[in-house]
């Protein structure tokens, strides 16, 4: 797995992402609300509500809370309105950053994120200046499941890859089959935590102690920022460096 993933797993072993629950569930009801707002508020006929409405389950979200997010997208209840912006840069060693927001205010959301790539060693640049080094793909993830079964069903169900790290998988399919794949392995039995639409980079940049230990602050601080939804790096961290980190 890339730098990015392989960090997220270590969080979420620790059980770091506890203590950012309340977060979670910040952007979790704004992606819902603006899913909802979008593509209307049945989750049978809206993809991207579908996924979110799948990521709020794993995290325990309660259905009331899920129900009231849903309906104020569809213009049921009153709240603020969230609008997409995306912003890219780079940070150390030259590291590739997209970072996907949604904002009721601009002007506040580009100066943190500005701020944050400045205060570790990067830099925001232009509109398009790194996005050409991503995919676009499916992302399907798995807890705790025979490795070989899920591989051959994921395999034989159309994904690209499946890749493994510490009793958590995850199912790469293109972005136009992550839909099928996961009704094809519900129907196998395998229920997917997470099923959204990412960008996955075509090549990844290796970082020294020093550029990943700034890499990694820039990478919590962007995801701390309630506005921002999602960041996509293509950074990579030697294992024991990482590890030497995340135990730091």
């Known amino acids: 797995m890339a730098g ?9 072993r620790k059980g770091a992402q506890d203590a950012k629950r309340g977060k979670i569930f910040t ?12 593509g209307g508020g049945e ?26 997010a849903i309906k104020r997208g569809v213009g049921g209840l009153e709240g603020s309105n969230y609008e997409e912006a995306r912003y890219e840069g780079y940070g150390p060693g030259g590291v590739a950053v997209i970072v996907q927001t949604l904002t009721d205010n601009y002007n506040r ?14 830099n925001l640049g232009t509109a398009g200046c790194v996005s050409y080094l991503f995919d676009n793909k499916g992302l399907l993830t798995f807890e705790q499941c025979d490795e070989d079964a899920l591989m051959e069903a994921a395999l034989e169900a159309g994904a690209e890859d ?25 129907q ?8 959204e639409l990412t960008m996955r980079p075509q090549n990844s940049v290796t970082l020294d102690e020093k550029q990943a230990t700034s890499m990694l602050k820039l990478l ?5 920022n309630d506005d ?16 030497r980190l995340a135990g730091g």
């Open 4 to 12: 990015h993933s392989k960090w997220a797993n270590i969080k979420i």
């Open 27 to 38: 952007k979790l009801i704004r992606e819902i609300t603006t899913a909802a707002r979008m």
């Open 43 to 68: 989750p049978a006929a809206n993809a991207r509500l579908r996924g979110a409405v799948l990521a709020a389950r794993a995290q325990n979200m309660p259905k009331d809370v899920i129900e009231k």
């Open 109 to 122: 959301t580009v100066a943190d994120v500005r701020h944050a790539f400045t205060k570790y060693a990067g």
């Open 162 to 186: 499946v890749l493994a790290d510490g009793g958590r998988f995850e199912v790469i399919t293109a972005a136009d089959q992550l839909h099928a794949v996961q009704e094809t392995l519900l």
């Open 188 to 195: 196998a039995g395998f229920n997917p935590t997470q099923a």
């Open 220 to 224: 919590d601080m962007l995801e701390d």
């Open 228 to 243: 921002v939804q999602k960041v996509y790096t293509n950074f990579d961290i030697p294992d024991e460096i990482l590890e």
